[in-house]
Antibody
Framework: QVQLRESGPGLVKPSQTLSLTCTVS??????????WSWIRQPAGKGLEWIGH??????????????NYNPALKSRVTISIDTSKNQFSLKMNSVTAADTAVYYC?????????WGQGTLVTVSS | SYVLSQPPSVSVAPGQTARITCGGN??????VHWYQQRPGQAPVLVVN???DRPSGIPERFSGSNSGSTATLTISRVEAGDEADYYC???????????FGGGTKLTVL
């Protein structure tokens, strides 16, 4: 059973870069045809898909291909580290509007499972 | 971009049936997935591909999708069903993932 856990700083200063990692257990991130995804949720608001990275060559990653939310694309990078069974999110030039709970999740045709989420606050 | 519209709130008495809608242009041609999010918890998939239930989800949860509206139906509502519910679709290569705005289900 695949499990995901987010990790990273809970506090980021405005204009700096938010960096989060999702550690995958229960399966190898190198196999399969999943889309390894990031989603966020500001307090009291709905879910916002950030982007995902996916395999482009059969079931073996040679390089990940990515899709991003058009509204965030200019500030977001998602990468994958198969040696650590992790994938990561970087978001630059953050503002208070980026304060949210950030989730990683596995996307086949739907999101399942999800990580528990991690709160990131942007504040000086 | 593609928009999914959900009512902000739905209220229902225990034992009754709750219906939560998700509207979108020709949504009937897409596969719709539904998530339940209890306060302070991560979302959980409750219906996938319009009407399939993942393992462990009670039969009280069902879904349908036709025309411009998809519907999540919760029969014999219990207090533990009180949560936010979100619909989600795959849209297009340029705008792959879309979530509805969410519906807060209140059990009276």
């Amino acid at each position: 059973q695949v499990q995901l856990r987010e990790s990273g700083p809970g506090l980021v200063k405005p204009s700096q870069t938010l960096s989060l990692t999702c550690t995958v257990s229960g399966d190898s991130i190198s196999r399969g045809s999943h889309y390894w995804s990031w989603i966020r949720q500001p307090a009291g608001k709905g879910l916002e898909w950030i982007g995902h990275i996916y395999n482009t060559v059969g079931h073996i990653y040679t390089s990940g291909s990515t899709n991003y939310n058009p509204a965030l694309k200019s500030r977001v990078t998602i990468s994958i580290d198969t040696s650590k069974n992790q994938f990561s999110l970087k978001m630059n030039s953050v503002t208070a509007a980026d304060t949210a709970v950030y989730y990683c999740a596995v996307l086949g045709n739907w999101f399942d499972p999800w990580g528990q989420g991690t709160l990131v606050t942007v504040s000086s | 971009s593609y928009v999914l519209s959900q009512p902000p709130s739905v209220s229902v008495a225990p034992g009754q049936t709750a219906r939560i809608t998700c509207g979108g242009n020709n949504i009937g041609s897409k596969s719709v997935h539904w998530y339940q999010q209890r306060p302070g918890q991560a979302p959980v998939l409750v219906v996938n591909d319009d009407s399939d239930r993942p393992s462990g989800i009670p039969e009280r949860f069902s879904g349908s999708n036709s025309g411009s509206t998809a519907t999540l139906t919760i029969s014999r509502v219990e207090a533990g069903d009180e949560a936010d519910y979100y619909c989600q679709v795959w849209n297009s290569i340029s705008d792959p993932v879309v979530f509805g705005g969410g519906t807060k289900l209140t059990v009276l």
